[in-house]
C-alpha cells in the first residue's frame, strides 16, 4: 500500500468542499442498481442491537457522532462525474437520532411498536443524492434497556464493519460514563483510501492467475434458477419474506464435528447439504449459488469500516448417484480455489459469464448461500463495564436474490433461514426447502465413520449413546425447563398392572378415560404446553420439538416398552416420538392417534380439492357450532374464539367481561392452551412423517365429515404399512374425551391391549426410584379438572 501515497494526496478535500475518492466496482454495480430501482430498499442493511447499561438519547447521539467523525465511510455520498462514480468525503456530518420512547409500553406493546418501526426502517429507501447513507432510531424501554435501530445502504457498510462499530459505540459509551476519551487506535486507512489502493491493485497485473481461473471456472456458464410458483415478473419489485428454523444444538456440534473429520469447513458442509437438497428440487445435477466473502486478507484492512467484500460463484457438481461426503469434499475444494483468488471483482465474473444485464433477475446468480459466525465478530455479546449489546434478527430490507439461503450462529443454537422473492415463490414453498435442506443436514452424521460424533453415538457410555438421567440427545429444553414439566406430569391407576398409556395432552381431560382402564394399566398424562403467558417461539423442525417431548417420555418412564397416545396434533407428535424411541432400541406396542390427521394428507391435494375441502369444513362448522352454542352445549366465547380474527381483535374476551356472553372453565382452559397448539400446528406443516410397519389404533369422532376429500383412516393409510384399526367415537373433536368417547376409548384400547404380552422385567413400569418425587398426586390432579 505504500505506492498510494502521491494518490491520497491527490485526492484530500480542500478547504471549499469535499474529499473525492474513486468508487469501487461494487459500489459503482450497487449505485446502478439502486438507480434503476429508485424505490427499492433491498440493498439496506438493517441492525438492531438491544443495550443494556445507564442509557439516555443523548449519550447515544453524541457516541454516534463520534463514530461519524472518526470513519469517513460513515459521512460520504456519491457523485456521478465524467470520470465515473465518484465517493464524496464530508468533512463534517451531524448525526440526529431518532427517538421512540417505549417506556410507557406494556411488553406486547412495546415488542410490537419496535417490530413496526423497524420494518419501516429497513424498507425506507436512501436517495441516491443523500450526504450520508445511515439513519439510527433509538426505542427505550426503560432507563437500563432499549433497542437501537442502525440501517446502512450496501454501499458504506457490512457485517465485518458492523461488528468494529458495536465495539466502539459499547467502548464510547462507557467511556463517556467514565467521563474520559475512549481508547481507540488510531484510524491508518479509510474507505477511500482502500479504493484508490483497490485501484492501484486491479491494473497491477498481480491478478493475471486469478483471472484465468475465474474464465475457466464460468466457461460455459448457465445460469442456475429455481423454478417458481409463477412467472417471473418483468421487472422486479424485491417483495421478499425470511423464513427461519432454529437448529436443536447438539446438531449444530454434529456438523462441526463432521466437518473436522472432513478436513473442511462448517460452510462446505451447510453448503453441499444445500446443493443436494436444490438438486432433489430441481432435478439439476449442475447447481451454483453465489457467496459472499471478506476480502480483508490484510492486517491493515482489518479497522476499514465499508464495504469490503466481493461475491463469487460456487459451480457444485450433485450426481443423483454420488455421497453428500464427494459434494461436501468438493464444495471445500471450490471454497479453497474461491479463497485463493478472491480479489478479481464479482463484475469482472459477470462479463466472464457473458451475461446481458437483465433488471428482472439477480445479476448471474439466482440463489445465493451466507455463513455467519457471529453478527457482532466477537460473541454473542460486547460489553464494556456496565453497558451490554447484543444482536437481534434483522428486518427484511427486501429480497436481493430469488432464494437467498444463509446459517447464523445465535445464542440458543445455529438458525438456518431463506429469504425469498414473494413475487416468485410462496411462503409454504420457501418452508419446504428449508425443512429439505434440514432433513439433508440431518444426515451429515453418517458421512464418516471417524468422525467424533459418531464415535459418541457408537461408544459404550458415550453421552449420546443413550439418555442419560431421562435427557434425550435432541431438542431444545433445558435441564430446568423439563424439571417444570416434570411437575406436572399427571400419573393415574398407578398400581393398576401393564404397561402404562403414557398421553402427550394439552389439558387435564384424561380423568374419564383413567376411570375406564382403570383396572388394566396406568396412565400418565404428560401436559404439553408450556407454562406462562403465550408468547412467540421461532420456527423448528417437528422432529426437534418432538425430541423433547422423548425426554419427557423418559423422564417418566426411563425404559421401555410404551405405548404413546396423542389429540389433534399431538397424535402425529406420539407417532414421531415412537419413531425416534425405536431407533433408540426401545419397544413400542402400540400407538394411539385421537382424532389426528396425518401431516401432509391435506397439503398433498390438488389445490381445487384443499379449497373445496376448506369450504366444506367450514360450511359444516359454523352453523353447528352455532346452534350447539345457542342450545347451551357450548358457550358463546367458546363459538367466537375458534376464528383467529375474533381472537386477534380480542372481541370475545371483551364481550365475556362485560358480561354480554359467558364462558365455562373448560373452554377457557382449552383456549389458553390453543396459541400452543396453532404453534404446533404451523411446524407440523413443513413434517411428512416417515413409514411406521408399528401397532397403530386410531380413534375417529363420528361427526366428522365423511367422502372424497375425508379419509376415514384420517390419512394415515399411506404412512402406516400395517392396517391401522380405525375407531369412531361419539362426540365432536374438542369433546372426543368425555364420559360417551371415554367409554368407547377405554373399551376398545382394553380389547386391543389385553392381547399385547409386554416383556416382564419391565411390565410393572419404572422402579419407585425412578419416578421424580415431584409428580402430582391422583387427588391433586382430580382438583386440577374441569367441572
Known sequence: MNGIAANIAAAQQSEAGPALFPATACQVRLWHEQKVSPSASALNIAFRLQLSGPLNAASIERVLGNLVARHEILRTGFLMTGAGLRQQVWSHASVRLEVIDLTGFEEQAAVAQAERVGGEQARTPFELSSASFFRAVWLPRSNTQGELQLTFHSLVMDGWSFAILVRELVEGLAALRASHEPEFPEVDLHYGDYAL?????????????????????????????????????????????????????VLGDRLIAAAKAQGVTLFSVAAASLATMLRTETGQTRVAMSTQMSVRDQQELESV???????????????ESGSLAAVIAQCGTKLSEAIEHLHVPFEEMIEMAGEVSDISRPPLCSVNFALQQSFVGMG??????????????????????????????????????????????????????????????????????????????????????????GVGASGFMSQAELAAKARNIVRFNENAPGTPVIALNNTAVLYGLAQQIAADRPLIDIPMVPEGAPREFPQRAFQDITADAVRLIRLARPRGPYILMGHCVLGAMSLEAAHQLRREGETVELVILVDSWCPGYRESMPWYDRQLRKMQVRADNIPRDFRKAMRGEISMVGFL??????????????????????????????????WYIEYLLAQQTRYRPALYDGDVQIFRSDQALRGRLFAWDLGWGRVVTGKPVVTPVPGMHDQIFRAAGAAVIGKQLRERLSGIQANTETEAGPDREDAPAAFMSRAEACDRLPG
Open 305 to 319: 469500516v465499508g464495504p469490503l467484500i466481493n461475491t463469487v460463484i460456487l459451480r457444485i457438481d450433485v450426481p
Open 380 to 469: 454473542d455479546e460486547v460489553r464494556r463495564n456496565d453497558f451490554g449489546a447484543t444482536t437481534s434478527p434483522s428486518f427484511n430490507a427486501g429480497a436481493l436474490y430469488d432464494l437467498n439461503f444463509f446459517m447464523v450462529r445465535r445464542p440458543e443454537g445455529w438458525r438456518i433461514s431463506c429469504e425469498g422473492d414473494t413475487d416468485l415463490y410462496d411462503v409454504e414453498t420457501i418452508d419446504r426447502y428449508l425443512a429439505s435442506w434440514r432433513e439433508v443436514l440431518e444426515t451429515v452424521e453418517l458421512l464418516d465413520e471417524r468422525s467424533p460424533a459418531s464415535a459418541d453415538r457408537s461408544a459404550p457410555g458415550g453421552e449420546t449413546a443413550k439418555v442419560a438421567g
Open 641 to 674: 374464539k375458534q376464528y383467529r380474527a375474533v381472537r386477534w381483535l380480542r372481541v370475545a374476551d371483551l364481550a365475556l367481561r362485560l358480561g354480554l356472553i359467558k364462558g365455562s372453565a373448560t373452554e377457557h382452559m382449552i383456549s389458553e392452551n390453543r
Open 197 to 249: 489502493w483497490k485501484g492501484e491493485f486491479l491494473s497491477s497485473g498481480a491478478l493475471d492467475r486469478a483471472r484465468d481461473h475465474w474464465r475457466q471456472e464460468l466457461e460455459d456458464f448457465c445460469r442456475f434458477d429455481v423454478p417458481g410458483d409463477r412467472p417471473r415478473p418483468q421487472e422486479r419489485r424485491f417483495q421478499g419474506v425470511i423464513r427461519s428454523i432454529l437448529l436443536p444444538v
